[in-house]
């Protein structure tokens, strides 16, 4: 059984950092793009950020660009998202994604497994 399991979210000051973490389990995804997405109160979910198989290529979501820096271990099929500077709007819940395939196309690329999310909270 595929799992994507996040992990890393929580309570931080504007202007703050957090890392978060997704370890997937059931299989590998070292040969298959990973992204994040999140969703804020009352707003439909969106794309954050993607990576290819081999961390080559990245993509963000223009409002992330210079403050999120996505990156992947596939020895340890984990992927991570480095989120400084931010901002009461990135307040969310944080989705782990990955493709069953191996095709990169950024932001468009297809995510088949989700994982449960992470809370995480700007406060001003």
């Known amino acids: 059984q595929v799992q994507l399991v996040e992990s890393g979210g929580g309570l931080v000051q504007v202007g703050g950092s957090l890392r978060l973490s997704c370890a997937a389990s059931g299989r590998t995804f070292s040969r298959s793009p990973m992204g994040w997405f999140r969703q804020a109160p009352g707003k439909e979910r969106e794309f954050v950020a993607a990576?290819?198989?081999?961390?080559?290529?990245?993509d963000y979501e223009d409002s992330v660009k210079g403050r999120f820096t996505m990156s992947r271990d596939n020895a340890k099929n984990t992927v991570y998202l480095q989120m400084n500077t931010l901002k009461p709007e990135d307040t969310g819940v944080y989705y782990c994604v990955a493709g069953a395939g191996p095709y990169y196309t950024g932001s468009s690329s297809v995510m088949n497994y989700w994982g449960k999310g992470t809370l995480v909270t700007v406060s001003s």
């Open positions: 990576i290819s198989w081999s961390g080559g290529s990245t």
